[in-house]
T-cell receptor, first 111, second 113 residues
Framework: GEDVEQSLFLSVREGDSSVINCTYTDSSSTYLYWYKQEPGAGLQLLTYIFSNMDMKQDQRLTVLLNKKDKHLSLRIADTQTGDSAIYFC???????????FGKGTTLSVSS | GAVVSQHPSRVICKSGTSVKIECRSLDFQATTMFWYRQFPKKSLMLMATSNEGSKATYEQGVEKDKFLINHASLTLSTLTVTSAHPEDSSFYICSSQSVTEAFFGQGTRLTVV
């Protein structure tokens, strides 16, 4: 079946850039997403990228997609303590009806 | 924008009892809602797809008799955990989505004691 994988932990210092990586198996993916979950809160959609794009930038967020290698990354510039959260990579399934999530990467930002 | 409201946010129940979780779409008609479960190691699993006016579609390995889903109207889908056991303790999230946008409920933390 379709699978999405990402590393579980990332620790950075305030002001540095954070890069969270994700790999997926579904070659027919049309959209890939990044979600953020703050402690005790629900999921928040951060950004998404269409599969025919290589890059998408939105303020401090940069999404890179390598469709050949099925690799997606999220770069957060000038990381702040408020960015500490769990970040989920997700892939729209073949039927286009539901999202397949990775296990989430816990980003810890120290001051 | 469209909002999905999930209730309750937290519930503690005794083993053997049933718990109902509601998911409401506030600004739009949701013909389809998705129910996810988040496991302790943070992976999110799609449990079922709830279709308005018809039976829900369950993912492999999810017991349909244990996790009853009802989508009786275009604004309300419910998940009932029947005869709850401690291993059902988890974070349950509902969602409605299009290809470009997803709307998530706030999630329900279920603890079975």
């Amino acid at each position: 079946g379709e699978d999405v994988e990402q590393s579980l932990f990332l620790s950075v210092r305030e002001g540095d850039s954070s890069v969270i990586n994700c790999t997926y198996t579904d070659s027919s993916s049309t959209y890939l997403y990044w979600y953020k979950q703050e402690p005790g809160a629900g999921l928040q959609l951060l950004t998404y990228i269409f599969s025919n794009m290589d890059m998408k930038q939105d303020q401090r967020l940069t999404v890179l997609l390598n469709k050949k290698d099925k690799h997606l990354s999220l770069r957060i510039a000038d990381t702040q303590t408020g960015d500490s959260a769990i970040y989920f990579c997700a892939d729209l399934n073949q039927a286009g009806t539901a999202l397949i999530f990775g296990k989430g990467t816990t980003l810890s930002v120290s001051s | 924008g469209a909002v999905v409201s999930q209730h309750p946010s937290r519930v503690i129940c005794k083993s053997g009892t049933s718990v109902k979780i509601e998911c409401r779409s506030l600004d739009f008609q949701a013909t389809t809602m998705f129910w996810y479960r988040q496991f302790p190691k943070k992976s999110l699993m799609l449990m079922a797809t709830s279709n308005e006016g018809s039976k829900a579609t369950y993912e492999q390995g999810v017991e349909k008799d244990k996790f009853l889903i009802n989508h009786a109207s275009l604004t309300l889908s419910t998940l009932t955990v029947t005869s709850a056991h401690p291993e059902d303790s988890s974070f349950y999230i509902c969602s409605s989505q299009s290809v470009t946008e997803a709307f998530f409920g706030q999630g329900t933390r279920l603890t079975v004691v």
